[in-house]
């Protein structure tokens, strides 16, 4: 029976619905939850699923084949709801939007790893975000700020950037570019060792500072079937960087990922 989705299959899950629900809209919708394929249309409606492969836990060397589902609802461009939460954008203008999400961030066990036993649980938590997208034809870039309520409650900032090659009238190839900054209190949590999880763990203590925590590269590959069904493949890796790299917890700074799926837009 498969184990509830980690933080990195979860993010797998919104790379395979943001392809799904840009299809063949190109670069701009691929960082864009709420954008419909179809200009005009009011309301957008993609189900799907497919695997994953990544991670059990940020760090860890064991990879486990996960279950990814898919359902995204939009409505006007504006309102979504789906893998990524519940969330809504504003359109500045033709280059630039806004907006902001409530999701869910999941948390942590202690069965996920050897080198987390001893570490107690971290609780999943509601993650709120604001993020913004410039989309300069096939490039795009984007940044967000989310800030989790429970679990970690830490905060987290990304920036990154997309680029989208069109292969044809039904396939796109887009390449991906991010990078995350953890505040203390998520790095801590999710990195670091108290006096307690040392003596229950064996593990040093550690205390690690806010920072860079991680960079990804990804390729993603949208192939449009019909006007309804589309086949979405994803791979990529994560590498940590700073003090996460450098945690007693971290079996493999290198964490690479891989996903593929189908969807049928109604």
């Known amino acids: 029976m498969s184990r509830p989705l980690t933080r990195r299959p979860i993010r797998i899950t919104v790379l395979l619905g943001l392809a799904a629900v840009s299809s063949l809209a190109g670069a701009p919708a691929l960082a864009d939850p709420a954008k419909s394929s179809e200009p005009g249309k009011r309301w957008n409606f993609v189900i799907g699923g497919g695997a994953g492969v990544a991670p059990k836990y940020e760090g860890g060397r064991k990879l486990e084949v996960t279950p990814v589902p898919f359902v995204n609802l939009g409505w006007n461009d504006t309102v979504f709801l789906g893998n990524d939460g519940l969330g809504a954008r504003y359109a500045i203008n033709d280059l630039l939007s806004v907006g902001m999400s409530v999701g869910w961030a999941p948390g942590r066990k202690e069965k996920d790893g050897p080198r987390l036993r001893g570490m107690g649980k971290i609780e999943d938590a509601a993650r709120v975000k604001a993020f913004t997208?410039?989309?300069?034809?096939?490039?795009?870039?984007?940044?967000?700020?989310?800030?989790?309520?429970?679990?970690s409650r830490g905060l987290l900032a990304e920036v990154g950037a997309g680029y989208t090659v069109p292969l044809g009238d039904t396939v796109n190839l887009a390449f991906g570019v991010s990078t995350t900054y953890a505040s203390e209190r998520h790095m801590r949590e999710f990195f670091g060792v108290g006096a307690a999880q040392s003596r229950r763990s064996g593990h040093a203590a550690y205390k690690p500072g806010a920072g860079l925590k991680e960079a990804d590269g990804t390729v993603t590959l949208t192939w449009q079937i019909t006007d309804h069904?589309?086949?979405?493949?994803?791979?990529?890796?994560?590498?940590?960087?700073?003090?996460?790299?450098?945690?007693p917890i971290v079996e493999r700074q290198l964490q690479p990922f891989v996903a593929a799926g189908l969807t049928y837009r109604f």
Not at 133 to 151: E, K, M, P, R, Y
Not at 233 to 238: R, T
């Open 133 to 151: 997208t410039l989309s300069l034809g096939a490039v795009s870039f984007n940044a967000s700020v989310a800030q989790d309520v429970g679990g």
């Open 229 to 247: 069904v589309s086949a979405i493949a994803v791979g990529g890796a994560g590498v940590l960087l700073g003090d996460a790299r450098k945690s």
